[in-house]
């Protein structure tokens, strides 16, 4: 079965910077892009940014391009997330996700890592 396990998350003030992991178990990593979602306290769920398999191109939502990037270790069947100047509004539930036929909102992901942006 499909496993994904993120870590990193915590509480960083405005302008900090996090780095998330996501550890892939369960099917082959290296065959598929990887997505990073979030949800904030009250909203839906939101892509953040994506990677294709090999890890040759990547894709950020607006409100993140220039301050996060996305990469992957195939070796370690691992996806990350640095995020750097933040901002209170990136405050959320940060999940790993697997698509399921090219849909990430609907696919698989893991429990999640709190991101909290406070001063």
């Known amino acids: 079965d499909v496993e994904l396990v993120e870590s990193g998350g915590g509480v960083v003030q405005p302008g900090g910077s996090l780095r998330l992991s996501c550890k892939a178990y369960?099917?082959?990593?290296?065959?598929?892009?990887m997505a990073w979602l979030r949800q904030a306290p009250g909203k839906g769920l939101e892509w953040v940014a994506d990677?294709?398999?090999?890890?040759?191109?990547?894709d950020y939502a607006d409100s993140v391009k220039g301050r996060f990037t996305i990469s992957r270790d195939d070796a370690k069947y691992t996806l990350y997330l640095q995020l750097n100047n933040l901002k209170t509004e990136d405050t959320a539930m940060y999940y790993c996700?697997?698509?399921?036929?090219?849909?990430?909102?609907?696919?698989?992901r893991g429990q999640g890592t709190q991101v909290t942006v406070s001063s």
């Open positions: 996700a697997k698509s399921i036929g090219g849909d990430f909102i609907n696919g698989h």
């Open positions: 990677i294709t398999k090999g890890g040759d191109d990547t």
């Open positions: 369960g099917f082959t990593f290296t065959n598929y892009a």
